[in-house]
């Protein structure tokens, strides 16, 4: 019997999930079709690998991002074989990183002979169940019949109730700075406010800056992501932490472990990359009280410290607040009003300023009972899932499979990436996404030993479609 999987997003987590349900189903041996379900162009890139921009880094050291757990080498040796020179400690820029990505479906599509990959250039806007598999409902009006589904969404579209309905109807409201020609318009001239100061914004600043104009960038810290140490140090292993002592203690132990970092390394980056293993642990262990304070009170400290840009990134925003070209400021929107030539902001500090353009910069939407993503209110209205811990992204298992709501019947749906906020924290980088698609083909699979406990295998019960799959699909 062929085994019918759809991966529903082809980001680096959806691509990564395909290549490991390929490997691990030609490995046993087994005939497997697998549906990658995505309208964007290329496979592989998403939001963070699509940028064509060069100047956008890779925010991880090139040793770090293999696509495989189990050959942590396996990027860094294609790099050297295109540049001799490539460091284990190279930031390379995310577009090759994304062709890396791409290369790597194809080339896995290619020696896996038993399984066909099929890529539907569509959106998934709906999920039900028929025979007890589920039915997936495409944006183009056609279905596919699977008999599992795994979600690599990525990072549903943050809440941007700050900028008011006036301003959220503008064309001078840029809602989603990665969506293709987004910053091609009014954001292209004139002075431009980025709400926002992580990653997004950094990536934004360096696009759009350039003499004569001035980007403000304001958000509630106007904390800016840290850099990378210019050679990447080996990470300083943490000592036994434990969350169920509470948040305090925790907080305690933590900046105990990174003054002894400090000390021992003259850093604490090499102490806080220690902490990257135990982050899930420590998160779990936490109570539900616990994980909403930390969210509320820590979230952002965490994230400027642990998500850090790559030197040359850090040294170029420098260089643009050292020349006036980009101003940061810990501020919020409190009012926007587009007019015919520009909008009109005022902020939190008192400031108001004349823009041509606003920029959403902001993080990605936490609870997911808000979103306007088609599937995922499908999901949450059947019941086939449940908001995750302290109201974070989706209720996962720990081999990623989906929770139901209390009294709902379970579907064939997993989940990798950043839905899983909520069980894990730490959910959307690519060492923690390439362990998740392993762990996630592995119990669709049924494959011991790779699954979690409480897998589900796909062959188990699962029904053929009766009918053929009324979808445009390329192999
Ligand atoms: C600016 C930036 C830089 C980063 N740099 C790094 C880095 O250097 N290293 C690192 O490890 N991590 C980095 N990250 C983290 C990054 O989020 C992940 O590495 C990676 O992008 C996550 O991929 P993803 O597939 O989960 O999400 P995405 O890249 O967002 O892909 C999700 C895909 O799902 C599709 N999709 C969503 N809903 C549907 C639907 N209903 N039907 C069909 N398709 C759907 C979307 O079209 C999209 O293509 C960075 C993140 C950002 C924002």
Redesign the pocket.
Same mark, same amino acid.
């Given at each position: 019997m062929t085994g019918r999987v759809a991966v529903?997003?082809?980001?680096?987590?959806?691509?990564l999930t395909a290549v490991q349900l390929m490997r691990q189903a030609g490995r046993a041996g087994r005939r497997a079709e697998v549906w990658l379900?995505?309208?964007?162009a290329h496979t592989g890139?998403?939001?963070?690998?699509?940028?064509p921009d060069a100047r956008? /880094? /890779?925010?991880?050291p090139a040793a770090?991002?293999s696509a495989f757990p189990d050959d942590p080498g396996h990027f860094l040796r294609r790099l050297t074989a295109r540049d001799p020179h490539a460091a284990p400690g190279d930031?390379v820029s995310?577009r090759e990183?994304g062709r890396y990505l791409g290369e790597v479906v194809e080339e896995t599509a290619a020696r896996c002979r038993h399984v066909r990959l099929n890529r539907v250039r569509?959106?998934?806007?709906a999920v039900r169940e028929r025979d007890g598999g589920p039915v997936l409902r495409l944006?183009g009006g056609g279905e596919l019949r699977v008999d599992a589904v795994v979600l690599?969404?990525?990072? /549903?579209g943050g809440d941007h109730g700050w900028a008011g309905p006036g301003l959220r109807a503008s064309s001078r409201f840029v809602a989603d700075p990665?969506a293709p020609g987004a910053l091609e318009g009014p954001a292209a001239q004139g002075d431009v406010l980025l709400v926002g100061t992580g990653?997004?914004m950094?990536?934004v600043a360096v696009t759009l800056a350039r003499p004569g104009r001035v980007l403000h960038a304001v958000s509630r810290s106007g904390l800016l992501p840290r850099e990378h140490l210019p050679v990447p140090a080996a990470a300083v292993q943490a000592p036994p932490l434990d969350g169920a002592h509470g948040l305090d203690a925790l907080r305690r132990g933590v900046r105990l472990h990174l003054a002894a970092g400090r000390r021992r390394c003259g850093d604490w980056r090499p102490a806080l990359d220690g902490l990257r293993p135990v982050t899930a642990a420590l998160w779990q262990q936490l109570s539900a009280a616990d994980r909403r304070r930390f969210l509320d009170q820590d979230l952002r400290m965490w994230e400027v410290h642990r998500?850090r840009v790559a030197p040359a990134t850090a040294v170029a925003v420098g260089a643009l607040r050292a020349g006036g070209l980009l101003r940061v400021a810990a501020a919020e929107v409190v009012g926007a009003v587009p007019g015919a030539g520009a909008v009109e902001v005022s902020l939190s500090d008192g400031r108001r300023l004349r823009v041509a353009a606003v920029v959403a910069c902001t993080g990605p939407r936490m609870d997911l009972t808000g979103s306007d993503?088609? /599937?995922v209110r499908c999901l949450l209205e059947h019941g086939w899932a449940r908001p995750g811990p302290a109201g974070v992204g989706l209720d996962t298992r720990d081999e990623g499979r989906l929770v139901p709501a209390a009294g709902a019947r379970a579907v064939r749906v997993w989940a990798?990436?950043?839905v899983r906020r909520g069980n894990l924290l730490e959910t959307?980088?690519?060492?923690e996404?390439r362990v998740q698609a392993a762990q996630v083909a592995g119990a669709v699979w049924g494959v011991p030993g790779v699954s979690g406990a409480g897998s589900s295998p796909v062959l188990e019960g699962a029904v053929s479609p009766a009918a053929p799959v009324p979808v445009s699909a390329a192999p």
């Open positions: 529903v997003g082809a980001g680096a987590a959806g691509a379900v995505d309208p964007a890139r998403g939001v963070a690998y699509g940028t956008h /880094l /890779l925010n991880v770090r991002m930031f995310r990183y569509e959106r998934v806007v944006s690599a969404l990525g990072a /549903l990665w990653l997004t950094v990536d998500h993503d088609p /599937l990798v990436g950043a959307t980088a690519v060492p996404i």
